[in-house]
């Protein structure tokens, strides 16, 4: 099994990550929710469900299709890393999701997506995830800080951060970041709860 199949089967298809529905409340109802390289659309389908509207986003045609008739999704075939950015340059979301999915390019563009009161939820593989298996190339683990430094660039306020090993449902190294933008009006602010432990 590739590394990159390995990260978009890590909780399965139909189990949201327990990350996700930690930090879901910060997602109104009715929330436009970017779920990028959503694979076969586990968050977009659970948020879908709870009344946002989704835009999921992968390069795997088939998997998108199985999304095809939900009511509040709406898919795009992308190639996150061989193509442009698949979206208008200025689009921000409500929300944007994003696990077990790293190419460090697109960072920054996650992070800017996010528009002001809107929150990112992002969990992927970090170093040290080699003693435990694939994925194993350091390309798709996060370094030490990697994500808090990204939100911190891009002027999120960190909500909560773990770093990470997790025993279950197999032994992963991961981060975990929850972060938001100031909406208008707001102090944007800095100080953050860093949370540690599951």
Known sequence: MTDA?????MHGVGAPSPWLVRWAHLIAPGARVLDLACGHGRHARWLAARGAHVTAIDRDEAALATMSMLANVTTLTADLE??????????????VV??????????????????????????TFAQGNERYGKPSNPLFLLAPGELLDAAHAANLRVTAYEDVTLPAPRAACVQRLCATRAAPGENPGTAALYEAGA
């Open 98 to 123: 994003v696990t077990n999915y790293l190419h460090r390019p697109l960072l920054s563009r996650i992070a800017t997506s996010v528009a002001p009161g809107g929150v990112l939820i992002y969990e």
């Open 5 to 9: 199949a390995v990260s978009g089967a």
């Open 82 to 95: 061989g193509a442009p950015w698949p979206l208008a340059a200025e689009a921000t979301f409500d929300a």
